[in-house]
């Protein structure tokens, strides 16, 4: 049973630089969600996916897009790279929201 | 503003040695609350959730507890594999997003 599965691990992009980061379930969750964690802070909310069919903003949205392709999958588009951008993102999921969430294993990006 | 604080940042404990951490809450109309565990380079794995004052749960040597203010993850003889970050999170019904803590950084020595 592989979870929530992120892809890529690792990512370096330059300032500027599109790139889209990838999760999938496998739990038949409808919920999920992208968090970012940064140094001395805690998980912050990006965006989420309440069911398939909608996306909502979370806590820190600006400079990011969200896809919920279908029930497994929900993907975060950075459209133009920032150094504010670097940072360890992770995908979880949930039955419904606000219930045990699963986690990813992280993207953790730098923007040089 | 709604906020979730927990203190200490970090704690060093020798194996066996029994504490306890704290997830204090701002959280207007709090509805649950989550307490999850992160190993270095992993994402935060699921440990508790917590609906009302008054609530515990237990699983092997941890233990959560709720009141009106603030959360307690009571560590009875650690061992080594207890060392992580452990992160606490509350939610509201008015949004639906969780407010995590910083987390505190939990180091069991032998």
């Known amino acids: 049973n592989a979870g929530v599965t992120q892809t890529p691990k690792f990512q370096v992009l330059k300032t500027g630089q599109s790139m889209t980061l990838q999760c999938a379930q496998d739990?038949?969750?409808?919920?999920m969600y992208w968090y970012r964690q940064d140094p001395g802070m805690g998980l912050r909310l990006i965006y989420y996916?309440?069911?398939?069919?909608?996306?909502d903003k979370g806590e820190v949205p600006n400079g990011y897009n969200v896809s919920r392709l279908n029930k497994r999958e929900f993907s975060l588009r950075l459209e133009s790279a920032a150094p504010s951008q670097t940072s360890v993102y992770f995908c979880?999921?949930?039955?419904?929201?606000?219930?045990?969430?699963?986690f990813g294993q992280g993207t953790r990006l730098t923007v040089v | 503003e709604d906020q979730v604080t927990q203190s200490p940042e970090a704690l060093r404990l020798q194996e066996g040695e029994s504490s306890s951490l704290n997830c204090s809450y701002t959280?207007?109309?709090?509805?649950?609350l989550f307490w999850y565990r992160q190993d270095p380079g992993k994402g935060p794995e699921f440990l508790f959730t917590l609906y009302s004052a008054g609530e515990e749960k237990e699983k092997e040597r941890l233990k959560a507890t709720l009141t009106k203010k603030e959360s307690f993850l009571h560590i009875t003889a650690p061992k080594p594999e207890d060392s992580a970050t452990y992160l606490c999170a509350g939610f509201s019904g008015g949004y639906n997003k969780l407010i995590f803590g910083a987390g505190t950084r939990l180091a069991v020595h032998p």
């Open positions: 979880a999921s949930s039955a419904v929201v606000n219930t045990e969430a699963f």
């Open positions: 739990m038949n969750h409808n919920s």
């Open positions: 996916s309440a069911s398939e069919g909608t996306t």
């Open positions: 959280v207007s109309g709090l509805r649950g």
